[in-house]
T-cell receptor, first 111, second 123 residues
Framework: QSALTQPASVSGSPGQSITISCTGTSSDIGTYDYVSWYQQHPGKAPKLMIYDVTNRPSGVSNRFSGSKSGNTASLTISGLQAEDEADYYC???????????FGTGTKVTVL | EVQLVESGGGLVQPGGSQRLSCAASGFTFSDYYMDWVRQAPGKGLEWIGRIRDKPNSYTTEYAASVKGRFTISRDDSKNSLYLQMNSLKTEDTAVYYCARGGYSYGFGLGDYWGQGTLVTVSS
């Protein structure tokens, strides 16, 4: 099971919006609405930001939103803030022998 | 407050064994599936296994990379999760996280995570 494909890096200025893509296959993103997104600051544990493609856990800013089209999921961060600078990983449930597959990770830089 | 605290990491020789623990608090541990996820130094996240709850017979699932070498278990009376790692390889060097799962009809992964414990496999 190959990792989901994410851009290595995305950057934006404060206040702007950025979108991170996550491309999988018909065995994962294309079939299941169990896509989640995690934020990870250096040296810290991942934090769930989006689950089930579009849902935000309690306490997560509404500046974070998720979507999906075909085999590609996306995370949009609007009103970019300095604290959003982190690594972001997507994840999907998969029908392969491995239950879950993570994305390759995207480093978000706030210019 | 949900808390997950891993322990048991350290330096181990190739071919050796190590047992990690994850102590849970702040929620009804027995109601949830639990997962282990690892992250090699400077690399991305890798899901390595899950244990379900008692109603689902404590069934386990593993990633191909660890199947047959790693075993996940739990003790609901102690609110604890375990990862027994055998036949360790240098490529198993990573920070190991425990994470709560099973929300969203059983398909959810990682709504809470521990801080991680580092396992270094080296001679």
């Amino acid at each position: 099971q190959s990792a989901l494909t994410q851009p290595a890096s995305v950057s934006g200025s404060p206040g702007q919006s950025i979108t991170i893509s996550c491309t999988g296959t018909s065995s994962d993103i294309g079939t299941y609405d169990y896509v989640s997104w995690y934020q990870q600051h250096p040296g810290k544990a991942p934090k769930l930001m989006i689950y089930d493609v579009t849902n935000r856990p309690s306490g997560v800013s509404n500046r974070f939103s998720g979507s999906k089209s075909g085999n590609t999921a996306s995370l949009t961060i609007s009103g970019l803030q300095a604290e959003d600078e982190a690594d972001y990983y997507c994840n999907s449930y998969t029908s392969s022998s491995t239950l879950y597959v993570f994305g390759t990770g995207t480093k978000v830089t706030v210019l | 407050e949900v808390q997950l605290v891993e322990s048991g990491g350290g330096l181990v020789q190739p071919g050796g064994s190590q047992r990690l623990s994850c102590a849970a608090s702040g929620f009804t541990f027995s109601d949830y599936y639990m997962d282990w996820v690892r992250q090699a130094p400077g690399k991305g996240l890798e899901w390595i296994g899950r244990i379900r709850d008692k109603p689902n017979s404590y069934t386990t699932e593993y990633a191909a990379s660890v199947k047959g070498r790693f075993t996940i278990s739990r003790d609901d009376s102690k609110n604890s999760l375990y990862l027994q790692m055998n036949s360790l390889k240098t490529e198993d060097t990573a920070v190991y996280y425990c994470a709560r799962g099973g929300y969203s009809y059983g398909f959810g992964l990682g709504d809470y995570w521990g801080q991680g414990t580092l396992v270094t496999v080296s001679s």
